[in-house]
């Protein structure tokens, strides 16, 4: 079993920046790939950014390409979410998610396809 923690949400100005954490339980962090997703109240859970097991690849939504990082440290069994010029349209409850790897470079967009989820972390964004 997994347990996903995240932290760093919070209020912030359309322009600011935010870094989400997620920390994992386990010896085996290595082995997932790891998601961001969002939902905005009404809306359904969308796929954000997710990251391969190694770290070495990386893939995001059209909405927040180029603004949003993601990233991982395997030794500290954590990936992040560095947000940059946010926009209230970010505004969501942010979820990380693992699912294991089915080979180094593989990633997933589906949220469907992950087995594990944290209990989210608000984020709001100001206009």
């Known amino acids: 079993q997994v347990q996903l923690v995240e932290s760093g949400g919070g209020l912030v100005q359309a322009g600011d920046s935010l870094r989400l954490s997620c920390t994992t339980s386990g010896r085996t962090f290595s082995s997932y790939v790891m998601g961001w997703f969002r939902q905005a109240p009404g809306k359904e859970r969308e796929f954000v950014a997710t990251?391969?097991?190694?770290?070495?690849?990386?893939y995001y939504a059209d909405s927040v390409k180029g603004r949003f990082t993601i990233s991982r440290d395997n030794a500290k069994n954590t990936v992040y979410l560095q947000m940059n010029s946010l926009k209230p349209e970010d505004t969501a409850v942010y979820y990380c998610a693992a699912k294991i790897a089915s080979d180094s470079g593989s990633y997933d967009t589906e949220s469907r396809s992950y087995d594990y989820w944290g209990q989210g972390t608000q984020v709001t964004v100001s206009s």
């Open positions: 990251i391969s097991n190694s770290g070495t690849t990386t």
